[in-house]
């Protein structure tokens, strides 16, 4: 088992930045991608953001320019950096890491971002 606890979440205004962490605890030998989720109210989740096993990272591109994703630990941690926010960015996100051994999917249990004026 694996567990994942974002944090970094909060209240900002537009063009400010955040900056969200995602530590992992447990059986993390079987893991091979970090990433970052966000769910919109009402709305199915959409990737984001990756970071593989080689420390290759993998963005959106509705992200592109504005954030992007680290770690300094490969399985152990993974950040997502949020510069310039716009009020769109608001919505709950989520650290996701696939793992085999056996295979399946760990969630954390989201982090709330809401970006107002």
């Known amino acids: 088992q694996v567990q994942l606890v974002e944090s970094g979440g909060g209240l900002a205004k537009p063009g400010v930045s955040l900056r969200l962490s995602c530590d992992a605890s447990?059986?993390?030998?079987?893991?091979?991608?970090m990433g970052w989720w966000r769910q919109y109210s009402g709305r199915a989740r959409e990737k984001m953001a990756h970071v593989n096993s080689d420390g290759s990272t993998s963005l959106d591109d509705s992200i592109k320019g504005r954030f992007s994703i680290s770690s300094d630990s490969f399985k152990k941690s993974v950040s997502l950096q949020m510069d310039n926010l716009r009020l769109e960015d608001t919505a709950v996100y989520y650290c996701?890491?696939?793992?085999?051994?056996?295979?399946?999917?760990?969630w954390g249990q989201g982090t709330q971002v809401t970006v107002s004026s």
């Open positions: 447990g059986s993390l030998d079987g893991i091979y991608v």
């Open positions: 996701y890491a696939n793992a085999n051994r056996p295979t399946r999917t760990y």
